[in-house]
């Protein structure tokens, strides 16, 4: 087994912790819950390319354009 393999288990952390945090009602811990979505992302691409799981990484950047809309749109409902 390669190292790179285990990337993907602190990225199946770094996803559900991030779910966890995106779901309060604290404005502050949703950002960080956009920003752990966004390390999640990275780990599972760099899995998905390591594996040649390309609907993965398909599927994570699509995922990462929609956790910088939760970030804009997170940061713009609290200066409002």
């Known amino acids: 087994m390669d190292l790179i393999d285990l990337i993907q ?3 199946m952390a ?3 912790a991030a779910a966890w945090l995106v779901a309060s009602a604290s404005e502050r811990r949703r950002a960080y819950g956009f920003w752990v979505f966004l ?3 990275v780990l599972w691409v760099v899995w998905g390319v390591h594996t040649s799981g390309w609907a993965l990484v398909a599927l994570q950047l699509g995922l ?3 956790n910088i809309r939760g970030l804009k749109k ?3 409902e609290g200066a409002g």
Do not use: Y
Request: charged share 5%; no cysteine; aromatic share 6%.
């Open 9 to 11: 288990w602190p990225a």
């Open 14 to 16: 770094a996803s559900l």
């Open 39 to 41: 390390l999640s992302n």
């Open 64 to 66: 990462a354009a929609m």
């Open 74 to 76: 997170n940061d713009i």
